[in-house]
């Protein structure tokens, strides 16, 4: 699954636009049903950043890349260039209001297939504490820092040892499946990154 529907997003993020559409998806996946983000989708597409799937803290990550997509896009394709490391780019995704480090770790996953997302139903699988990378505000912005790239080295090796970025998204479409009856197979969860995105 990984390897055909990932690859497919991959090769279809060929520029900026394409970056904010996936960008869009990972966001409105927070804290909602993986069955209704094709229709948030579609919703975004037809009124952009007056949609009423963008409430809160959506709205401004919106907002946030679809005016830095061209500085987001120049990282991914940095990363996949090999001129920054995989720790940069999730830095870069981290600034964007909204993403913590499961679904900065998703938006790496999607655009370059590298990362995974550690969300609920991986935590819960898994058994982990989502404590433990999560991201404190600090007051000085020396400790802040290290703070954050300590985060992020400790959230990929876990996304790592939870067998990679490919075992991950094939598990969690099972996983996903068996816990949701409107699937018509595991496939259809994996299928479902790419047809949300290309509006299908």
């Known amino acids: 699954m990984f390897d055909k529907d990932q690859a497919a997003i991959e090769r279809w993020c060929k520029n900026p636009d394409k970056l904010l559409d996936v960008g869009t998806m990972v ?26 799937c963008l409430w809160g803290f959506k709205r401004d990550g919106y907002i946030y890349l679809r005016d830095n997509r061209k500085v987001l896009y120049k990282h991914v394709r940095d990363y996949r260039a090999g001129r920054i490391w995989l720790d940069d780019l999730v830095r870069e995704f981290l600034k964007v209001p909204g993403l913590g480090l499961a679904k900065a770790g998703f938006l790496a996953q999607l655009t370059t297939g590298h990362g995974g997302c550690l969300d609920m139903h991986n935590v819960a699988r898994f058994g982990l504490s989502p404590d433990s990378w999560k991201i404190r505000p600090r007051v000085d912005v020396a400790d ?34 068996d816990a949701v009856s409107t699937f018509n197979g595991a496939e259809d969860v994996s299928r479902r990154h790419v047809t949300y995105l290309k509006g299908e």
């Open 144 to 177: 802040q820092l290290v703070e954050i790239d300590s985060k992020i080295s400790f959230y990929l090796h876990l996304c790592d040892a939870c067998g990679g970025s490919e075992k991950l998204w094939d598990d969690w479409c099972n996983y996903l499946n």
């Open 27 to 52: 966001l409105l996946s927070i804290r909602m049903q993986w069955t209704s983000v094709g229709n948030q989708m579609y919703d975004v597409r037809k009124h952009g950043s007056k949609s009423k």
